[in-house]
């Protein structure tokens, strides 16, 4: 069987790659038909991480696109599995925007690398918490905060648009490390917005100004991907075929929203970043309310 088929497998079995359901289908629709659809998908789902890689490289909340993108082209599919590919996938984009902002935006990468590791661990964290919580209440919440959150950024025109960090040395590694916890720990229990909180926390709290915390950011947000990689992984909820393709659309959309951000500076993430908030609030009260 073709590797491939394994999404068409999936939406008749909820499993991946299960060889008797996909014969019936065979029996019904040409091969040629099952392939032109699959094509159809992958590029669908390709264009799609092209534009997430892009705002995640500026501004973080490329799973805004992504994300649905997956539900919709494969709504039979089983959501950890979706959830794991689009992880997948957006690792190297978010790998490859880390490499490009740590050559380029002077920033104390050692001393923000402890950070790191603690967004990480507080993702899985939060992954192990969701096995024993709903996360309904937040879900219900999250919108009210994020508007209190692009309220706040336009309401200070000056707000993260020239770096003054507030500390230095281990005091600013440890206001790091607590915003990676938090942060890392929503991210692993609920998700959506974790590169716009990052981004906002690292403006507010440590007087970077946009284009310093999405640096940060990306970092943080490398290791968080990363140990819900290897969660889903050991689950076995990853289609590693589809996230290929993905992955190297989404580096090339990273790779044109680095150089865009590297080029116009804060004042040209802020704004991505209240487009990108704007659109977050009505996701997710469409999500909490209306749906």
Known sequence: MLAGHAPLAHRRTGRLGSG??????????????????????????????LLAGFIDAVAGGGGLVLVPALFSTFPGAAPATLLGTNKGASVWGTGWATLQYVKRVDLPWRRLMPAAALAGLGSFAGAWALTLVSP????????????????????????????????????????????????????????????????????????????????????????TNAFAIALFVSKGHIWWHVAAVMAVTNVAGSLL??????????GFVRGVFV???GCLILKTAWDAFLR
């Open 136 to 223: 309904n209440g937040l879900r219900k919440a999250l919108p009210l905060v994020l508007l209190a959150v692009l309220a706040y950024t336009l309401a200070r025109k000056d707000l993260g648009r020239e770096h003054r960090p507030r500390f230095q040395g281990r005091a600013e590694a440890a206001v790091a490390g607590a915003i990676a916890l938090a942060v890392g720990f929503y991210d692993g229990f609920f998700g959506p917005g974790t590169g716009s909180f990052f981004v906002f926390l690292f403006v507010r709290l440590l007087g970077y100004d946009f284009l310093h915390a999405s640096a940060t950011a990306k970092l943080m947000n490398l290791l």
């Open 20 to 49: 008797p359901a996909l014969g019936p289908m065979k029996a019904r629709r040409p091969r040629r038909v099952l392939m032109e659809s699959n094509m159809l998908e992958l590029l669908t789902v390709a264009l799609a991480s």
């Open 275 to 277: 487009v990108v908030v």
């Open 257 to 266: 929203g680095t150089r865009l951000a590297l080029k116009h500076g804060a």
